[in-house]
């Protein structure tokens, strides 16, 4: 069995008479005696559609529970077990309900067709996918049931459904389109004349492209070569010079007289590269051809006038607009031009236009980007052994005691010379100044340009001919081996930047820099905009050079995209850079994308770590917070009640735990709002020059006597820091030390000076942390092991180390030899220890009292 085929009627707007359409197509099959039933076919409640359902068959669809409401879609078990010839499915863009077979209803249409069921369905202009954004910034509407274009375009048929917007809002106001409670609302928004006039006219040239391309696939199925003028197509021919913007204008004048007209710009370039047009000539002539409506295309042709011709033919061309010559009239010699060659070669269903302009019979120059690969030395060299070099070897040789062929193998040899130094011109030069000495010289009679013998008169043509052939030869070596050469450097470059891409190592300045360096200009930044309406601002840029305003002013832009483009400064690049600078430009917007692409996954992260924060804090408000409140609560309750007698003892007990909660919400809250200053990046820390021993002790406030052991030596150096800040880290460390340490083993804090750093060491005894948790633990709200609730909000470890990065330090916990764990915190010392005097001062170790 073969695949179904498929048919859509298409409409600009819900209403035009897409099912009505299909179904009355239905009933007409069914006439013929086709299978035909309704797989799925929303009517809306409109009586004339309702009527054509009625006689046909229908399969029952499949209920399915979506949000508490039952929801009928199409049963495609059920179709396929019916198995119809043709089988109608309405609104193929939809979107299933979840528990159906398929997401989408084109992908239960395509499981029909591919059972062999033709389908008949409908669609409207704005569901389709690469147009939602059109449709959305001319209704106002984002379409959220949309079908992949190709889905349609590989339908077999297509039918448009066409109505005027006119006949269409008095059908809406006749109410044979939405219910009367939505009328006045559809007819004020979605439904207003400019609205459905936009649409009509997407869903004309929609189908007129798509049309266009069943006529070309037809062309060219069927070998079909002569123009078919269905629609006016204009193509201008354009050689990159100042000429162009004239042609591209008035190839647009000639599209806008006859409907629906296509203008096409095309530059041929040959295939070795040799000759080109100006690459930023042609840049600014794609950008004026592309705000006309019109497209560029780049070909590449031996036979300029053939390939204008074959390009034009290939797009169903109906006019070709090229520019008068700007040949000087002695270059006519070499033949009548292309204009003159493709108006006679273009037959008469193709009409080509010579239009004027003011660079007319000027000349086309000579590119100097053929002999720029000599230098200049070579070329000197080169013009000198072409004119004076023939001489010198006659004056030596006047004698012509050699003879004539040797005489020729030698002005051979100069010539061939001549060809490697300078290139072809030289040797021309060379060889024809050999035959003029050769002859007066060497062939009788002598000192006249005259050849008595005919046998010298051929050695002589043969020497000429062959000076030239051996010239041409070695010059388009020499080219061949420059060509080789630059495509090695080329693809040195291309392999670096993709090696670029792939390890996504190169910044956006780093990029620039590179391009500047290697095309030796003197600046290039990267130009964006947001429209083209939109000024033009700066992504980026190196070099000493002002900052660009417009890729305009650059002696070399690149365009990167519509609203990008790459600019340079310091001098014009010849043609043959373009492509690497193309390259360049592509991987700089490349590389721009990602570091903003990173920036915001950078933001969305730093969102998501705030939300995460957030969550904690509300869990830890809702528990840790109230937990203290409540007994503070209690507490002052009972102290309050008058039925009650409390006795000294009970009332001492009963404050103590007021206070106790106190600490703890006093301390609850000032960790959060650590935390808070941390997270929004207020805290701004006073650094100066301390000493750790006046500060370390009175961080050691909050914690039972007897707890801890410091040992903090007055000859270590000060430290760089602020006072406030290194106090609540090393008091929330010493802290945390005391509450996982085991009775009995006191937490030791001892200082160290190491090179240029001071550590400060919190050393406990308790069950330690593993290695895969130990940054885990300076995550905020994070509680090791089976800490109980009250145990904290898990915020002193992220406070201390947030605190000890603020003024410049560093925070990492180690494991305790003989078990427990030790948090380590690195300052920066700003004095050398002390002299012999105060380094034989004692160790200080004390007991913290509270």
Same mark, same amino acid.
């Given at each position: 069995?073969?695949?179904?085929?498929?048919?859509?009627?298409?409409?600009?707007?819900?209403?035009?008479?897409?099912?009505?359409?299909?179904?009355?197509?239905?009933?007409?099959?069914?006439?013929?005696?086709?299978?035909?039933?309704?797989?799925?076919?929303?009517?809306?409640?409109?009586?004339?559609?309702?009527?054509?359902?009625?006689?046909?068959?229908?399969?029952?669809?499949?209920?399915?529970?979506?949000?508490?409401?039952?929801?009928?879609?199409?049963?495609?078990?059920?179709?396929?077990?019916?198995?119809?010839?043709?089988?109608?499915?309405?609104?193929?863009?939809?979107?299933?309900?979840?528990?159906?077979?398929?997401?989408?209803?084109?992908?239960?249409?395509?499981?029909?067709?591919?059972?062999?069921?033709?389908?008949?369905?409908?669609?409207?202009?704005?569901?389709?996918?690469?147009?939602?954004?059109?449709?959305?910034?001319?209704?106002?509407?984002?379409?959220?049931?949309?079908?992949?274009?190709?889905?349609?375009?590989?339908?077999?048929?297509?039918?448009?459904?066409?109505?005027?917007?006119?006949?269409?809002?008095?059908?809406?106001?006749?109410?044979?389109?939405?219910?009367?409670?939505?009328?006045?609302?559809?007819?004020?928004?979605?439904?207003?004349?400019?609205?459905?006039?936009?649409?009509?006219?997407?869903?004309?040239?929609?189908?007129?492209?798509?049309?266009?391309?069943?006529?070309?696939?037809?062309?060219?199925?069927?070998?079909?070569?002569?123009?078919?003028?269905?629609?006016?197509?204009?193509?201008?021919?354009?050689?990159?010079?100042?000429?162009?913007?004239?042609?591209?204008?008035?190839?647009?004048?000639?599209?806008?007289?006859?409907?629906?007209?296509?203008?096409?710009?095309?530059?041929?370039?040959?295939?070795?590269?040799?000759?080109?047009?100006?690459?930023?000539?042609?840049?600014?002539?794609?950008?004026?051809?592309?705000?006309?409506?019109?497209?560029?295309?780049?070909?590449?042709?031996?036979?300029?006038?053939?390939?204008?011709?074959?390009?034009?033919?290939?797009?169903?061309?109906?006019?070709?607009?090229?520019?008068?010559?700007?040949?000087?009239?002695?270059?006519?010699?070499?033949?009548?031009?292309?204009?003159?060659?493709?108006?006679?070669?273009?037959?008469?269903?193709?009409?080509?236009?010579?239009?004027?302009?003011?660079?007319?019979?000027?000349?086309?120059?000579?590119?100097?980007?053929?002999? /720029?690969?000599?230098?200049?030395?070579?070329?000197?060299?080169?013009?000198?052994?072409?004119?004076?070099?023939?001489?010198?070897?006659?004056?030596?040789?006047?004698?012509?005691?050699?003879?004539?062929?040797?005489?020729?193998?030698?002005?051979?040899?100069?010539?061939?010379?001549?060809?490697?130094?300078?290139?072809?011109?030289?040797?021309?030069?060379?060889?024809?100044?050999?035959?003029?000495?050769?002859?007066?010289?060497?062939?009788?009679?002598?000192?006249?340009?005259?050849?008595?013998?005919?046998?010298?008169?051929?050695?002589?043509?043969?020497?000429?001919?062959?000076?030239?052939?051996?010239?041409?030869?070695?010059?388009?070596?020499?080219?061949?081996?420059?060509?080789?050469?630059?495509?090695?450097?080329?693809?040195?470059?291309?392999?670096?930047?993709?090696?670029?891409?792939?390890?996504?190592?190169?910044?956006?300045?780093?990029?620039?820099?590179?391009?500047?360096?290697?095309?030796?200009?003197?600046?290039?930044?990267?130009?964006?905009?947001?429209?083209?309406?939109?000024?033009?601002?700066?992504?980026?840029?190196?070099?000493?050079?002002?900052?660009?305003?417009?890729?305009?002013?650059?002696?070399?832009?690149?365009?990167?995209?519509?609203?990008?483009?790459?600019?340079?400064?310091?001098?014009?690049?010849?043609?043959?850079?373009?492509?690497?600078? /193309?390259?360049?430009?592509?991987?700089?917007?490349?590389?721009?994308?990602?570091?903003?692409?990173?920036?915001?996954?950078?933001?969305?992260?730093?969102?998501?770590?705030?939300?995460?924060?957030?969550?904690?804090?509300?869990?830890?408000?809702?528990?840790?917070?109230?937990?203290?409140?409540?007994?503070?609560?209690?507490?002052?309750?009972?102290?309050?009640?008058?039925?009650?007698?409390?006795?000294?003892?009970?009332?001492?007990?009963?404050?103590?735990?007021?206070?106790?909660?106190?600490?703890?919400?006093?301390?609850?809250?000032?960790?959060?709002?650590?935390?808070?200053?941390?997270?929004?990046?207020?805290?701004?820390?006073?650094?100066?020059?301390?000493?750790?021993?006046?500060?370390?002790?009175?961080?050691?406030?909050?914690?039972?006597?007897?707890?801890?052991?410091?040992?903090?030596?007055?000859?270590?150096?000060?430290?760089?820091?602020?006072?406030?800040?290194?106090?609540?880290?090393?008091?929330?460390?010493?802290?945390?030390?005391?509450?996982?340490?085991?009775?009995?083993?006191?937490?030791?804090?001892?200082?160290?000076?190491?090179?240029?750093?001071?550590?400060?060491?919190?050393?406990?005894?308790?069950?330690?942390?593993?290695?895969?948790?130990?940054?885990?633990?300076?995550?905020?709200?994070?509680?090791?092991?089976?800490?109980?609730?009250?145990?904290?909000?898990?915020?002193?470890?992220?406070?201390?180390?947030?605190?000890?990065?603020?003024?410049?330090?560093?925070?990492?916990?180690?494991?305790?030899?003989?078990?427990?764990?030790?948090?380590?915190?690195?300052?920066?010392?700003?004095?050398?220890?002390?002299?012999?005097?105060?380094?034989?001062?004692?160790?200080?170790?004390?007991?913290?009292?509270?």
């Amino acid at each position: 069995m073969g695949r179904g085929k498929l048919r859509i009627y298409l409409g600009a707007a819900p209403g035009v008479g897409k099912t009505y359409a299909m179904l009355a197509e239905a009933r007409r099959r069914v006439e013929r005696g086709v299978d035909c039933v309704v797989a799925y076919v929303e009517h809306h409640d409109r009586p004339r559609t309702q009527g054509l359902l009625d006689g046909l068959e229908a399969v029952p669809g499949r209920t399915l529970e979506y949000r508490g409401t039952a929801v009928t879609e199409m049963d495609v078990d059920a179709v396929l077990e019916r198995g119809p010839e043709v089988a109608l499915v309405d609104e193929i863009a939809h979107t299933n309900a979840p528990g159906s077979r398929n997401a989408k209803r084109w992908q239960d249409v395509a499981e029909l067709l591919a059972a062999g069921i033709d389908v008949v369905s409908t669609v409207n202009i704005q569901h389709l996918e690469s147009l939602g954004d059109v449709v959305e910034s001319i209704t106002g509407v984002r379409q959220l049931e949309t079908v992949p274009d190709e889905v349609v375009r590989r339908a077999d048929q297509i039918e448009l459904v066409d109505m005027s917007p006119q006949a269409l809002r008095r059908r809406m106001a006749h109410g044979n389109i939405y219910r009367p409670d939505r009328i006045d609302a559809a007819l004020s928004n979605y439904f207003r004349p400019g609205n459905l006039t936009a649409l009509r006219e997407l869903a004309l040239l929609w189908v007129a492209d798509h049309v266009d391309e069943h006529l070309q696939r037809y062309r060219v199925e069927h070998n079909i070569r002569s123009t078919w003028q269905a629609r006016e197509r204009i193509v201008v021919g354009l050689t990159g010079g100042p000429e162009g913007r004239t042609l591209i204008r008035r190839g647009a004048r000639l599209a806008e007289k006859g409907a629906g007209g296509e203008v096409m710009a095309v530059y041929i370039a040959r295939s070795d590269g040799l000759t080109s047009g100006s690459p930023k000539e042609l840049a600014v002539q794609r950008a004026l051809v592309e705000d006309l409506g019109g497209t560029f295309h780049h070909v590449v042709g031996e036979d300029i006038p053939a390939a204008l011709l074959d390009f034009a033919r290939g797009v169903n061309a109906t006019q070709l607009v090229l520019g008068s010559s700007r040949r000087k009239t002695w270059q006519y010699v070499f033949g009548p031009g292309v204009g003159a060659t493709v108006a006679r070669d273009s037959g008469p269903d193709l009409d080509v236009h010579i239009v004027t302009h003011e660079e007319v019979a000027k000349g086309r120059g000579l590119p100097q980007a053929r002999d /720029a690969r000599l230098g200049r030395s070579r070329l000197v060299w080169g013009r000198l052994v072409g004119l004076a070099g023939p001489f010198l070897l006659a004056a030596l040789l006047r004698d012509g005691q050699l003879g004539l062929a040797n005489n020729m193998l030698l002005h051979l040899a100069l010539t061939v010379t001549a060809a490697l130094l300078g290139g072809l011109l030289p040797a021309l030069v060379s060889a024809a100044l050999g035959s003029l000495l050769l002859n007066w010289y060497v062939t009788p009679p002598l000192h006249a340009i005259v050849i008595a013998d005919p046998a010298d008169a051929v050695a002589i043509v043969t020497f000429v001919g062959v000076g030239v052939s051996v010239a041409s030869v070695v010059d388009l070596a020499a080219r061949r081996t420059h060509q080789a050469a630059r495509l090695r450097a080329e693809s040195e470059i291309l392999s670096y930047l993709a090696g670029n891409v792939l390890r996504g190592e190169t910044g956006l300045e780093e990029l620039l820099a590179r391009v500047r360096e290697t095309f030796g200009m003197e600046s290039a930044a990267l130009l964006e905009r947001a429209s083209d309406v939109d000024p033009w601002t700066c992504a980026g840029r190196v070099g000493l050079a002002d900052v660009l305003e417009r890729p305009e002013d650059a002696d070399v832009d690149v365009p990167v995209g519509d609203h990008m483009a790459l600019a340079l400064t310091g001098r014009v690049l010849p043609a043959e850079d373009r492509r690497v600078l /193309a390259a360049f430009a592509a991987q700089a917007a490349v590389v721009l994308d990602r570091q903003r692409l990173q920036k915001e996954a950078d933001q969305a992260k730093e969102l998501a770590e705030g939300n995460r924060i957030r969550t904690a804090l509300l869990a830890a408000v809702s528990h840790d917070l109230r937990t203290p409140l409540a007994g503070i609560k209690a507490s002052v309750s009972s102290l309050r009640a008058e039925d009650v007698d409390w006795s000294q003892e009970d009332r001492a007990e009963l404050l103590a735990g007021i206070e106790e909660g106190a600490d703890r919400l006093d301390h609850l809250v000032g960790n959060l709002l650590d935390m808070s200053r941390l997270q929004t990046g207020t805290v701004t820390p006073l650094i100066r020059e301390i000493d750790l021993d006046e500060v370390v002790p009175m961080a050691l406030g909050g914690v039972p006597e007897g707890s801890v052991e410091l040992d903090v030596r007055e000859t270590l150096p000060m430290v760089a820091a602020d006072p406030g800040l290194l106090e609540r880290s090393v008091a929330n460390l010493v802290e945390n030390a005391v509450k996982y340490s085991p009775p009995g083993r006191p937490v030791l804090v001892t200082a160290s000076a190491i090179a240029d750093r001071v550590e400060v060491r919190v050393v406990d005894r308790g069950p330690g942390v593993p290695d895969d948790a130990k940054d885990r633990i300076f995550e905020p709200f994070q509680r090791y092991g089976d800490a109980p609730r009250g145990a904290g909000v898990g915020l002193g470890l992220a406070v201390a180390r947030g605190f000890a990065e603020a003024v410049g330090g560093t925070l990492d916990a180690e494991d305790t030899p003989g078990g427990g764990l030790t948090m380590v915190l690195t300052l920066r010392a700003v004095s050398p220890p002390s002299g012999p005097a105060r380094a034989a001062g004692p160790v200080r170790t004390e007991r913290q009292a509270t």
